[in-house]
């Protein structure tokens, strides 16, 4: 069945290639193709750059193993990324990466239809047989970030641009005030939210508006390093890269970075797809396992900041420190996580309630 | 408000409008001969991606201009043989020089969005600057002044000038323009270039002038925002200053107001980005009302030129 | 400038018309395949996989058909309005408010079971999109404002209304907080026609729709009426063909059919209404439109040629990694010659020399 699903021309390139070798002997020696389809495009050096980072990892990794990674980019999150998937499955591809939310409906669905192939949807909820999902634990890199801000910041105020107000979004939000507060009772920061993922100029604008008025660290949950580039330019405390090193574009404002590291699961998920182990899950990394990692930190942090960033690092690193650990009171001063009490993955995973300090957006 | 952060918006407002009143101001000369060319986002994209490759590897901003300038005549002269010299349909083939400066923009920038470049600095020297207030006058790059003398520019051409009267005339009425003598399809190639290549520096000034990056489709819908404001301002460019900067301001307030977490910000941010749509509807409505100021717009616009043989 | 002479048809070339599109096809995959080998691409793989791989085998075929439903019949409404000289470019914002206003009776009936629920969505997706086509009607009938100016205008309005409803009224309660409505109950849902593929009814509704309007447009007094006054509007004023219900009626039908669109495609592949519902597919119809000579016949094949290089880019990126931007140059380069060839239905070239051969 799934030799008779590939294109006539793909056998006849590899019974010409390899003509001492039946083509049944080939398909036993031939390397996992693995797929990838991104949202955007791998020259953004945020989101989907990591995917293709962590795609290039796995064929390091796993060598002659694996053939050479496929990545579609630009697939919107609708129809056409049925058609993608479908594409992927049908072109002998046995284990499918989609990496973003909006892909979930259809992984189940052009799930069903090929039972041989895996498929592992990011940022997702829905699995099945043939379909898991996987995180990575951003929050807990935040939470350093907001130890740095809460050192360095000479205003107390913070702004983070994000695109929508998501759960995931909040979260970073909320981690990062956490973690300032415990520096800086009077931390206090403002989500502003943008509407899209991509617009370098709005983010721009954005960073100076908050700049403007007084303050003096930005975190950005959209892709790109504009925001930080405000940052150098007016000479603030600083900024975090996301989801890649952005020292480039900033050297002296990038404090430290958020790196997406995902290359380790997906070499993880394709050996287990050879070895026949794989099993649908659900897994949420985060900087224990080396998925999120901290960047070098700039040259504004001193030593005994630096020292304060990696206590919190290696707390959530050794399980000894969950930013999510009450008592934590909403932005209305309400009492919301008991002393004691942490918050379970499926509250955070849902979670759309801002925490003291917020300055909450409308 | 305090002083600083009226002047620190204002610098922003200016930043943000710069681009929007250039490649309108291009669009509003092509109009004015009788030609709509909704290509305008795509002929940014490729001023943006070529005056980014420019900086990059010279390190000359003006240079970059120069050649953002040249790139937006080059693929303008894609639209304006199509629809000139071929009398192709003006808004099928402005959508597809749209759909071709987003791809070939894209392909030409790849590998280049991990590469930083600088903005163009400041024109005048830094002391002129110093004080706030002389900041909101001499602080800003040669962009932006070429955006003003622009406006003066195109006003007198167009109102004062022999050529401009011309090239009003073949957008009135091309077929009288002709038989007195006037070459029409001549006249609107010349224009069609003009907004080339203003549409081209608009594009050169995402890289230079606001985020000194390049990411694909960096422009982020501006080029049909320069569309809309040319309508907006009923074809007249010193009302066009005023609807750059009003529409600058919009866009701009949205994000004071979020960033203040003050009473404004309980606007929802979709309102905020339709506003310039919405506006521009209105204001077309308005001055079709006031009959005397629709009589502005070109009578030929978007129709092709036949000459009976 | 090159001394050539353009000499008008009595009649638009038939041999022109049905050549052109195909000359144009091959023209890119010609000039395609050497442009992108100059630059250093597999310029000959990219033009395989991008025209020929699509149609070998029959998945590829369900996707095109899939792909190529919502242009079709956008294309077919957008046709009769050009025939007409009505430049409604406005499609997509007709598209969305047609698919939100489907979204909205689905949403309304969550609760609810019955045979009705999808035909009241279908109609009341075109009259939200013939609503939204009236609001250029009306004000270029009643104040002679520029249509080609208000519908574009009023399609970014539309974009954001989908992005507000879906973060804050309509948000799914069970979506983990995304931006999206909840998926559509079963009744909601339009259904497939062939049990293992995804052909679902929108694609022989495509077809319908073409022929319908194919039938419309040469038959009848209605087409006539739009065709007469596109082409000769003095003539048709005097014929007693009134130039204002021409605008309403091509508006309306082209609206109604965006909007058929709509409710379809978020009835079937979507499913739910999200952020990325416009897909562009209104502006992308405009071109299917041209492609198809403004013939509602000829649209079915542009929005063929269309899918074609979705499909097909797709596929390239997968098995050559071309990168998704190249689809979008070969597109425009279709379409540049496409309409380059446009002259050649309506006019001869003449080389303005003496003994010039006509050349056609």
């Known amino acids: 069945m799934t030799l008779s699903r590939r294109s006539m021309l793909k056998a006849g390139v590899a019974a010409a290639a390899l003509p001492l070798l039946g083509s049944r002997a080939f398909a036993q020696t031939e390397p996992l193709k693995v797929g990838f389809m991104l949202i955007g495009t791998v020259n953004d050096n945020g989101w989907n750059f990591g995917h293709a980072t962590g795609a290039k990892y796995m064929k390091d990794q796993l060598g002659d193993l694996v053939a050479e990674p496929t990545i579609v980019e630009n697939v919107p999150e609708g129809p056409d990324c049925e058609r993608v998937l479908r594409e992927l499955a049908q072109s002998g591809h046995k284990l499918i990466f989609a990496t973003s939310f909006g892909y979930g409906d259809y992984v189940i669905k052009v799930a069903q239809q090929f039972p041989d192939v895996r498929f592992e949807h990011a940022t997702g909820y829905q699995r099945s047989d043939n379909v898991g999902t996987y995180n990575a634990r951003f929050y807990e890199g935040r939470a350093v970030c907001g130890t740095i801000a809460g050192h360095l910041s000479q205003t107390g105020k913070a702004g983070y641009i994000g695109s929508f107000p998501i759960p995931e979004v909040v979260m970073g939000v909320n981690a990062f005030v956490l973690a300032a507060r415990k520096i800086n009772p009077e931390f206090t920061i403002t989500p502003v939210y943008i509407s899209t993922w991509n617009d370098p100029a709005k983010e721009a604008d954005a960073a100076r508006a908050m700049i403007d008025q007084g303050i003096d660290i930005i975190a950005q949950h959209t892709d790109g390093p504009a925001a930080l580039q405000v940052a150098e330019e007016r000479g603030i405390v600083g900024g975090f890269g996301q989801g890649a090193d952005m020292s480039a574009f900033a050297p002296n404002a990038q404090l430290t970075s958020i790196i997406d590291n995902w290359g380790p699961h997906y070499a993880s998920a394709a050996q287990a797809v050879i070895d026949g182990t794989w099993v649908s899950q659900d897994v949420w990394p985060g900087i224990k396992e080396g998925e999120v990692e901290i960047g070098a930190y700039g040259p504004k942090v001193t030593e005994e900041v630096k020292a304060a960033a990696e206590a919190v690092k290696n707390g959530q690193a050794d399980g000894s420190l969950h930013i999510f650990t009450g008592p934590i009171n909403d932005h209305t001063g309400t009492e919301r996580v008991a002393a004691g009490v942490t918050l379970t993955d499926a509250e955070l995973l849902s979670m759309d309630w801002y925490v003291e300090g917020v300055i909450p957006p409308a | 408000m305090s002083t600083d952060l009226l002047i620190a918006i204002i610098v922003t407002v200016v930043g943000a409008s710069t681009p929007i009143l250039i490649a309108a101001l291009g669009e509003l000369v092509v109009e004015k001969s009788g030609v709509l060319n909704l290509g305008v986002e795509g002929m940014m994209l490729i001023g943006a991606i070529t005056a980014f490759l420019v900086t990059f590897f010279t390190g000359n901003h003006y240079l970059a201009i120069l050649v953002a300038a040249a790139a937006g005549v080059a693929s303008s002269l894609i639209f304006g043989f199509l629809t000139l010299s071929l009398s192709a349909n003006q808004t099928a083939t402005g959508l597809a020089l749209t759909i071709f400066g987003t791809g070939f923009s894209a392909l030409a920038g790849q590998g280049y969005s991990a590469r930083p470049v600088t903005l163009l600095g400041p024109l005048f020297p830094a002391e002129l600057a110093s004080h706030p207030i002389w900041r909101v006058l001499f602080g800003y790059s040669a962009l932006v002044y070429f955006a003003f003398a622009l406006v003066i520019g195109v006003w007198w051409f167009l109102k004062r000038s022999r050529a401009g009267l011309i090239l009003r005339a073949v957008g009135e009425n091309d077929l009288s323009a002709h038989s007195i003598g006037y070459s029409v399809i001549g006249v609107r190639y010349m224009a069609v270039m003009f907004g080339g290549a203003m549409a081209g520096i608009a594009g050169a000034c995402f890289p230079l002038l606001l985020t000194p990056q390049w990411a694909e489709r960096m422009t982020g819908g501006r080029g049909w925002i320069a569309v809309a404001l040319v309508v907006f301002a009923s074809w007249k460019p010193f009302r066009l200053l005023a609807g750059a900067y009003l529409f600058g301001l919009v866009m701009t307030m949205e994000l004071y107001a979020k960033a203040s977490g003050g009473p404004l910000s309980a606007i929802p941010a979709e309102l905020w980005a339709a506003m310039p749509y919405l506006a521009t509807v209105v204001v077309l409505v308005l001055i079709s009302i006031r009959r005397d100021a629709s009589t502005n717009a070109p009578a030929c616009l978007g129709k092709p030129f036949l000459p009976a043989n | ?360």
């Open chain 3, 1 to 360: 400038m090159m001394q050539f002479r353009l000499e008008k048809r009595r009649e638009p070339s038939k041999a022109m018309l049905y050549g052109t599109p195909i000359v144009a096809v091959l023209l890119t995959m010609i000039v395609g395949a050497i442009l992108f080998s100059l630059i250093g691409f597999d310029g000959v793989g990219a033009v395989r996989e991008i025209f020929i791989t699509p149609f070998t085998n029959t998945y590829k075929w369900q996707d095109l058909g899939v792909k190529a439903a919502p242009l079709i019949i956008i294309g077919v409404g957008l046709s009769i309005a050009y025939r007409a000289n009505v430049w409604n470019i406005g499609a997509e914002g007709q598209y969305v408010v047609g698919g939100l206003a489907a979204t909205g009776v689905a949403l309304a009936t969550y609760q609810m079971t019955g045979w009705w629920i999808l035909p009241l969505m279908i109609l009341a997706g075109m009259a939200g999109g013939a609503l939204y086509g009236a609001i250029p009607a009306l004000l270029r009938t009643r104040l002679g404002v520029n249509e080609i100016l208000t519908s574009l205008m009023l399609t970014y309005v539309s974009v954001q209304a989908i992005y507000y409803l879906v973060r804050a009224p309509w948000k799914d309660p069970m979506g983990m907080g995304f931006p999206q409505t909840r998926r559509f109950a079963a009744d909601a849902l339009l259904p497939n026609i062939l049990p293992g593929t995804i052909v679902h009814a929108g694609v022989p509704i495509a077809i319908i729709v073409a022929l319908v309007a194919w039938f419309v447009m040469s038959r009848s007094v209605f087409g006539y009426q739009m065709r007469v006054v596109g082409a000769a509007p003095h003539a048709a004023r005097y014929g007693g063909f009134s130039e204002n219900r021409t605008i309403w009626l091509a508006f309306l039908v082209s609206g109604a059919l965006a909007g058929l669109a709509g409710a379809l495609e978020v009835s079937g592949p979507f499913q739910r209404m999200v952020p990325g519902f416009p897909t562009n597919y209104g502006f992308t119809a405009i071109i299917v439109a041209f492609l198809g000579r403004l013939d509602p016949l000829g649209v079915i094949f542009g929005g063929l040629v269309i899918a074609v290089t979705f499909v097909g880019g797709e596929i390239a990126q997968t098995s050559i990694g071309l990168s998704n931007s190249a689809t979008g140059v070969f597109q425009a380069m279709m379409l540049f010659f496409l309409l380059a060839g446009d002259l050649l239905v309506r006019y001869r070239i003449r080389r303005v020399t003496p003994q010039a051969e006509a050349r056609a």
